[in-house]
């Protein structure tokens, strides 16, 4: 994932949203489980409010061991 923390987001002509912190967490579920879930928080500070956003993916991936 992209470090986001030091990246200004630049909407319409005057207006920026500038990124205040992000944090991500890796959770994987068990052992002998392949399904992995990536939860990220991004705060953003746009126009004097405060954002925050939750994305929550999950991947999943099947290894072919020997």
Same mark, same amino acid.
């Given at each position: 994932l992209?470090?986001? =923390?030091?990246?200004?987001? %630049?909407?319409?002509?005057?207006? =920026?949203?500038?990124?205040? %912190?992000s944090s991500t967490q890796v959770s994987s579920s068990g052992s002998g489980s392949s399904g992995t879930s990536v939860s990220s928080v991004l705060t953003l500070e746009f126009a004097g409010c405060k954002l925050r956003l939750y994305t929550t993916r999950s991947l999943s991936s099947q290894l072919d061991g020997a």
């Open positions: 992209p470090n986001l =923390s030091t990246k200004r987001f %630049s909407v319409g002509a005057k207006r =920026s949203a500038t990124v205040i %912190s």
